[in-house]
């Protein structure tokens, strides 16, 4: 590593072209990266991130453009495998195996076939970069942080040059971050060059000396993230986007419509997460959130709230002050209950059904779709309609498919079909996840103005900097328990950190007393 | 020892049933294991059936019989792993498809056997070790298919458990799409797997043609092929549960032959019943408790693996 | 050269009908390789299958015969499939219609009685609802897999029938024969006309196949069976009833199969005998899934996989070939179908030149 000077780039990218059926992923873009940096590649969601890393990473083929490698253009023609040796990958959506120990999940990503000999230095790099991984763990065990712990780990094994880590903070705390931060300034130290890539400004700036910006599948700028105008940057990547109106609902909230009180609920299977004592009012007018990494009983919280599984005692969860625990969503429904699930394919939308089909799901009754047992196609193709006007859904007509929307429109297209339906109480698990910014900003205006009509409305998210500009109140849901809901005008970000975190400790805690126990 | 005469004819009578359920379900097992579901199991042992018993007709060799039944087991599977795998069709549908093809080209194929002799497999004594009593002819005095079948327990085992193979086949039932990305051929993994799958299904079937009832007839696996389906399952994708599974069934036909033989007065019908009702039984049983089997399938089975998506 | 395949994103109308088309001609095509390697003149072989059995009259009257029992199991069987129900037992429950009916019309035999026939056929229904009911009850009750209980009990209906037919209801004057008296006229099915073998249960068995069409196309049930189909966690979402989907749809899948089975031997064969099994239960899957799910398609497949039949025993008259013929061509149809849906589904690239 030591020839690679500072003007021979480690690897450099050529007018890289990528065609989608329907979008031009990657158009024209050109970028070097060079040993010992940590470079940042930032942009909004859809803006060609993905598609270009894929590219970098040998999965897809590029339509156009060259990449070199030391300058040299054929160093990464061996396939994936002559890539694999210089670039290490930690995805967004960990690739791992669940069923898998983290030992052998590791012998597999770096086509290692002895796993006794992946054990032992999996424990040597866990001791020398300080990262905490217990090989012979099942994967499905580990929280997610854990995890990325492993696919780092697995990079760290490849020694190689350039390490690309795909939005790697979106499933960790804020004093995760820190480690993750502090283990990446110290690999590039080590000269190792690094790809970061986020749509999160405050990262960048942290701890990035060069950011590419692209929008659209193009770059619209190099800069040095520490000295440009925090607007500027948005202003590249978002483009013509009006910032989102932070503006909150100001009159005060009125009466409880959502109550909930659940001493305790079972885990949903062995890999679930028990909820312990919830306690939770939601008023008429204003927006709650419940922040928390996944897998600390989102799953079960949403589950009892949306009636999916009924829950103990009937009283325990309150529409409007009946009583609703015992009732299935449908039921909850009739009482004025919305819901948008996290799983916006699959689950709130059929991927092969026409927009008109998809328009019936969860609303068939409530919005008199049905007459007499038969489907009144008028009046559904009318609702439909309703909603891809009203929601600024962009789709050439209703009897297109689910399947042929982007994430943002479907999302608008789902919470519109709840909107419509004017529900009293809105629950929406993940709004905005993986929603373009214009999206995003639609998405969250239309649910104050539903808070801002009288609802209670009740956001579930991953992202705290989604709550904590949208919501009047911010709950932290970690290890099953449910914090108090906190102001997040006069609440530090940290608080909210430690409570996302603090079980987690308690419990590492545990065990190591547990285990200096048996020892003893 | 006149006492203990009847402990080795029922131990051969067990281990004659056991046999064709365990090669066609240990077959299964490793396919299911890379995530393919084939539902076709019945329609590659007859076809492996009809393929043994005419190559022995023809080159009179039982052995060149059980090459063939495993060639032709493996070259169905693979028109099934070339729809499903390459062609992303739906593999139950697949599978059922493969199932009744199998039994209609086992039948055309076979029409001008029926009747047909043929001789048995050729028993394969270890000297010495087959005139041990009792334990002899228990352990040592089986044709070439029955020891396959009982070393294919520890085998695959330690292929899935202890080898690199076995953990990449694995990682592709679990994560086809992640194994992709880490530069596996999750495409070739999961056709070779579901090729060894036909081929032990067919060896399964080549059991009964040659072996078990050394004759041909239409439709003569009876079920057998949706028996192993059930096992698989029954075993929580472990070949030695497999083989305890397929133990169990053999104890079942045991029974069926003794209350047949002692006469009792239950019409033969009912008696033969016994395998497909146990068969219904021991699903149920499994099934019901509170899901715990659906965590031990491999996560991606019967999944479409679409590459360019 | 590399071929490339590209999920599109949606699917093309076009190739929803123009697969099943395709795959004819792929058949076709199969079928000229195997009567040519079997030596037989590709042409006059094909000839012999497709068109010689239905060059008159009366053998379009055999077709349509042929296909009604076919089209009822496919009917009830689509439904089913639609919601992603897999009840592959259509077999079982159709011997046991056939069973349950023929005991009926056996109990009332020499006697003179209009309502005996719908009788029979209501007693067939229940039959197979009754076959069906476990594979139902265990897949709600434990989540057991209704594929492997539902075809377990095909051997169990297969046996219970040669019982009865050996025992209970054997001819008390049939020199011992495995089968049953031949039925009174009072519980046979009459032909429509004189000149031709068709007889009433071809129309009931079309209305009923319209008012299925009906259902799944406009009602809000149809609706919710689609989207059961489609995914469950949507129709969980929606609030539909799984379990009661998952009965409902064996119930009704395991009546028209029982039905099936009651027309079977009031309607053709007119006594019961261990080949009743004519694997119309199996072959009902084929024929659901050839018909693309689609009421048109069931129709359409189900004559056209009567037509195989016929042809196989046309070839085996004409040309000394095993009537299981008919078999591998249905085979070969279903292989060609599956293989083509992908057309409709994604787009196959194949890329020249240059492979970087």
């Given at each position: 590593m030591a020839e690679q000077s500072d003007t021979t780039p480690l690897l450099a990218l050529q007018g890289i072209t990528k065609q989608y059926p329907g979008t031009l992923a990657n158009d024209v873009i050109s970028l070097s990266i060079f040993g010992g940096e940590i470079h940042a590649l930032l942009g909004e969601n859809g803006a060609g991130k993905s598609t270009l890393v894929q590219i970098i990473h040998g999965v897809t083929e590029p339509d156009s453009g060259t990449l070199a490698w030391l300058g040299d253009?054929?160093?990464?023609?061996?396939?994936?495998?002559?890539?694999?040796?210089?670039?290490?990958?930690?995805?967004?959506?960990?690739t791992l195996f669940e069923s898998l120990t983290a030992a052998e999940n590791v012998a597999l990503g770096l086509h290692e076939t002895d796993v006794g000999s992946v054990r032992d230095r999996l424990r040597a790099v866990s001791e020398t970069y300080g990262i905490e991984i217990d090989p012979d763990r099942k994967v499905s065990t580990l929280a997610a942080g854990e995890r990325q712990r492993i696919e780092i780990a697995r990079c760290i094994l490849q020694n190689p040059d350039l390490l690309i880590l795909d939005e790697p903070t979106s499933v960790l705390t804020p004093q995760e971050v820190d480690g993750l931060f502090r283990l990446l300034e110290r690999l590039a130290q080590e000269g190792?060059?690094?790809?970061?890539?986020?749509?999160?400004?405050?990262?960048?700036?942290?701890?990035?000396?060069?950011?590419?910006?692209?929008?659209?599948?193009?770059?619209?700028?190099?800069?040095?993230?520490?000295?440009?105008?925090?607007?500027?940057?948005?202003?590249?990547?978002?483009?013509?986007?009006?910032?989102?109106?932070?503006?909150?609902?100001?009159?005060?909230?009125?009466?409880?419509?959502?109550?909930?009180?659940?001493?305790?609920?079972?885990?949903?299977?062995?890999?679930?997460?028990?909820?312990?004592?919830?306690?939770?009012?939601?008023?008429?007018?204003?927006?709650?959130?419940?922040?928390?990494?996944?897998?600390?009983?989102?799953?079960?919280?949403?589950?009892?709230?949306?009636?999916?599984?009924?829950?103990?005692?009937?009283?325990?969860?309150?529409?409007?002050?009946?009583?609703?625990?015992?009732?299935?969503?449908?039921?909850?429904?009739?009482?004025?209950?919305?819901?948008?699930?996290?799983?916006?394919?699959?689950?709130?939308?059929?991927?092969?059904?026409?927009?008109?089909?998809?328009?019936?799901?969860?609303?068939?009754?409530?919005?008199?779709?049905?007459?007499?047992?038969?489907?009144?196609?008028?009046?559904?193709?009318?609702?439909?309609?309703?909603?891809?006007a009203g929601f600024d859904v962009r789709t050439p007509g209703i009897e297109h498919t689910a399947g042929s929307l982007s994430g943002g429109n479907l999302q608008k297209f789902i919470i519109g079909r709840e909107l419509l339906l004017e529900p009293m109480v809105l629950i929406v698990e993940q709004p905005t996840q993986g929603v373009d910014a214009g999206a995003a900003a639609a998405i969250h205006d239309v649910l104050r103005a539903r808070a801002a009509n009288g609802a209670a409305v009740l956001v579930l998210s991953q992202d705290l900097d989604e709550l904590m500009g949208l919501s009047d109140r911010v709950a932290v849901l970690s290890a099953g328990r449910l914090s108090e809901a906190l102001d997040p005008r006069t609440t530090a970000l940290e608080t909210f950190g430690k409570l996302m975190l603090g079980s987690h400790q308690e419990a590492a805690a545990h065990d190591a007393l547990t285990a200096s126990a048996e020892e003893g | 020892m006149s006492d203990l005469g009847w402990i080795v004819p029922t131990a051969l009578t067990v281990i004659g049933a056991m046999?064709?359920?365990?090669?066609?379900?240990?077959?299964?097992?490793?396919?299911?294991?890379?995530?393919?579901?084939?539902?076709?199991?019945?329609?590659?042992?007859?076809?492996?059936?009809?393929?043994?018993?005419?190559?022995?007709?023809?080159?009179?060799?039982?052995?060149?019989?059980?090459?063939?039944?495993?060639?032709?087991?493996?070259?169905?599977?693979?028109?099934?792993?070339?729809?499903?795998?390459?062609?992303?069709?739906?593999?139950?549908?697949s599978g059922l498809a493969l199932t009744l093809f199998g039994i209609g080209l086992s039948a055309a194929l076979g029409a001008g056997f029926v009747g047909m002799p043929v001789d048995r497999l050729p028993r394969l004594d270890l000297p010495g070790l087959s005139d041990i009593p009792v334990i002899g002819p228990i352990l040592f005095g089986h044709d070439l298919l029955v020891y396959i079948a009982f070393l294919s327990v520890p085998a695959i085992h330690f292929f899935l458990y202890r080898s690199h193979a076995g953990l990449v086949?694995?990682?592709?039932?679990?994560?086809?799409?992640?194994?992709?990305?880490?530069?596996?051929?999750?495409?070739?993994?999961?056709?070779?797997?579901?090729?060894?799958?036909?081929?032990?299904?067919?060896?399964?079937?080549?059991?009964?043609?040659?072996?078990?009832?050394?004759?041909?007839?239409?439709?003569?696996?009876?079920?057998?092929?949706?028996?192993?389906?059930?096992?698989?399952?029954?075993?929580?994708?472990?070949?030695?549960?497999?083989a305890i599974g397929a133990a169990l069934f053999g104890a079942v036909t045991i029974l069926q032959f003794h209350a047949q033989g002692i006469g009792v007065g239950i019409p033969s019908q009912f008696l033969s019943m016994l395998p497909y009702l146990a068969t219904i039984a021991v699903l149920v049983i499994l099934s019901s408790r509170t899901g715990r089997n659906s965590l031990d399938a491999p996560r991606a089975l019967g999944r479409i693996f679409d590459p360019g998506h | 050269m590399r071929i490339r395949i590209e999920k599109r994103p949606e699917?093309?109308?076009?190739?929803?009908?123009?697969?099943?088309?395709?795959?004819?001609?792929?058949?076709?095509?199969?079928?000229?390789?195997?009567?040519?390697?079997?030596?037989?003149?590709?042409?006059?072989?094909?000839?012999?299958?497709?068109?010689?059995?239905?060059?008159?009259?009366?053998?379009?009257?055999?077709?349509?015969?042929?296909?009604?029992?076919?089209?009822?199991?496919?009917?009830?069987?689509?439904?089913?499939?639609?919601?992603?129900?897999?009840?592959?037992?259509?077999?079982?429950?159709?011997?046991?219609?056939?069973?349950?009916?023929?005991?009926?019309?056996?109990?009332?035999?020499?006697?003179?009685?209009?309502?005996?026939?719908?009788?029979?056929?209501?007693?067939?229904?229940?039959?197979?609802?009754?076959?069906?009911?476990?594979?139902?009850?265990?897949?709600t009750r434990f989540g057991a897999n209704e594929i492997l209980t539902s075809l377990m009990l095909v051997y169990v209906a297969s046996l219970t029938l040669d019982w009865a037919?050996?025992?209970?209801?054997?001819?008390?004057?049939?020199?011992?024969?495995?089968?049953?008296?031949?039925?009174?006229?009072?519980?046979?099915?009459p032909n429509i006309t004189?000149?031709?073998?068709?007889?009433?249960?071809?129309?009931?068995?079309?209305?009923?196949?319209g008012i299925v069409w009906f259902i799944l196309s406009r009602t809000a049930a149809g609706f919710r069976l689609r989207l059961a189909g489609a995914s469950a966690k949507a129709a969980a979402f929606a609030g539909v009833d799984q379990k009661a989907m998952v009965i409902a749809t064996l119930l009704i899948g395991g009546g028209f199969a029982g039905l099936a089975g009651a027309f079977e031997v009031s309607g053709t064969i007119g006594q019961l005998t261990p080949f009743v099994a004519q694997k119309y239960g199996f072959t009902a899957i084929i024929v659901a899934f050839l018909g693309r799910l689609h009421p048109v398609g069931v129709l359409l497949s189900s004559l056209l996989i009567a037509l195989t039949y016929l042809g196989g025993e046309a070839v085996q008259i004409d040309l000394g070939l095993p009537k299981a013929i008919a078999e591998v061509f249905q085979g070969f149809l279903l292989f060609s179908l599956l293989g083509c849906t992908i057309f409709a589904t994604h787009r196959i690239r194949i890329l020249t030149g240059d492979a970087r």
């Open positions: 253009p054929t160093a990464l023609d061996g396939g994936p495998a002559a890539r694999r040796e210089k670039i290490g990958m930690v995805f967004q959506h960990f190792h060059a690094i790809l970061y890539i986020s749509h999160k400004l405050w990262e960048i700036r942290r701890v990035c000396r060069t950011a590419t910006i692209l929008r659209r599948g193009r770059v619209v700028a190099t800069c040095d993230p520490r000295v440009t105008e925090e607007q500027e940057i948005a202003r590249l990547m978002l483009g013509d986007v009006p910032m989102p109106d932070s503006g909150r609902s100001s009159s005060a909230p009125g009466d409880v419509r959502l109550s909930v009180t659940i001493p305790h609920r079972a885990a949903d299977g062995p890999l679930g997460t028990p909820l312990e004592d919830i306690r939770l009012d939601v008023r008429a007018g204003e927006i709650v959130g419940i922040a928390g990494i996944a897998g600390n009983g989102q799953a079960e919280l949403a589950s009892a709230l949306s009636g999916a599984t009924p829950t103990e005692p009937k009283d325990g969860i309150r529409i409007d002050g009946a009583p609703a625990g015992a009732l299935p969503l449908e039921a909850r429904r009739a009482m004025g209950l919305g819901f948008v699930p996290e799983d916006r394919r699959g689950e709130a939308s059929v991927h092969d059904f026409a927009l008109f089909d998809n328009a019936m799901i969860g609303a068939d009754v409530r919005a008199n779709l049905v007459r007499l047992g038969l489907v009144d196609r008028g009046a559904r193709d009318g609702f439909a309609g309703r909603i891809v | 046999v064709p359920l365990m090669l066609a379900g240990l077959g299964e097992l490793v396919a299911e294991r890379s995530g393919v579901l084939n539902l076709g199991v019945e329609g590659m042992m007859l076809v492996g059936a009809v393929a043994g018993f005419g190559a022995t007709v023809f080159l009179g060799d039982g052995h060149a019989g059980v090459l063939a039944a495993a060639l032709a087991g493996a070259a169905s599977a693979c028109l099934f792993g070339v729809l499903t795998i390459g062609l992303l069709a739906n593999q139950v549908a086949l694995r990682a592709v039932g679990e994560n086809p799409d992640a194994a992709r990305a880490m530069g596996y051929p999750v495409r070739t993994i999961r056709l070779a797997a579901v090729a060894f799958g036909g081929a032990m299904a067919g060896l399964g079937g080549a059991y009964l043609s040659l072996a078990h009832t050394p004759m041909w007839a239409e439709g003569m696996t009876a079920g057998r092929g949706w028996i192993a389906l059930a096992l698989v399952v029954f075993a929580s994708w472990l070949p030695g549960r497999l | 699917a093309t109308p076009l190739w929803q009908w123009g697969a099943p088309v395709m795959a004819l001609i792929l058949s076709l095509v199969l079928g000229i390789i195997l009567f040519s390697s079997l030596g037989f003149h590709p042409l006059e072989a094909l000839y012999a299958f497709f068109i010689g059995p239905i060059s008159n009259a009366w053998g379009m009257g055999e077709l349509v015969n042929k296909a009604t029992p076919i089209m009822l199991c496919a009917t009830g069987l689509m439904i089913g499939f639609r919601a992603n129900v897999w009840n592959i037992g259509a077999e079982g429950q159709f011997l046991i219609g056939a069973l349950a009916a023929g005991a009926l019309g056996l109990a009332f035999w020499e006697e003179d009685h209009v309502w005996l026939v719908p009788a029979m056929a209501l007693a067939g229904i229940l039959g197979g609802m009754l076959w069906a009911l476990p594979p139902a009850v265990f897949k037919v050996r025992g209970p209801l054997k001819d008390p004057d049939g020199f011992n024969f495995p089968e049953s008296r031949i039925f009174h006229d009072a519980a046979t099915i004189d000149t031709s073998p068709v007889g009433w249960e071809t129309v009931v068995a079309l209305i009923a196949l």
